[in-house]
């Protein structure tokens, strides 16, 4: 019994902790755009410019 005075508030402060440390990743926009990366790798990136194309004009 001695041991749940101990266990009891050391949970409840770690359980805290792990929703404040929640709710400051989610004010932080951590989860804003969970798509973007996985459908970012599906399309090409856009090709240089040619830079002889322009000298030629």
């Known amino acids: 019994m001695d041991a749940l005075t101990l266990l009891i508030p050391l949970s409840l402060a770690l359980?805290?902790?792990a929703l404040a440390a929640f709710l400051w990743?989610?004010?932080?926009?951590?989860?804003?755009?969970?798509?973007?990366?996985?459908h970012r790798i599906l399309f090409d990136d856009a090709p240089p410019p040619d830079?002889?194309?322009e000298s030629t004009r």
């Not at 990743?25 to 996985?38: H, I, K, P, V």
């Open 25 to 38: 990743t989610l004010r932080s926009g951590q989860y804003d755009d969970l798509d973007g990366a996985a």
């Open 15 to 17: 359980g805290l902790g």
């Open 51 to 53: 830079e002889h194309k």
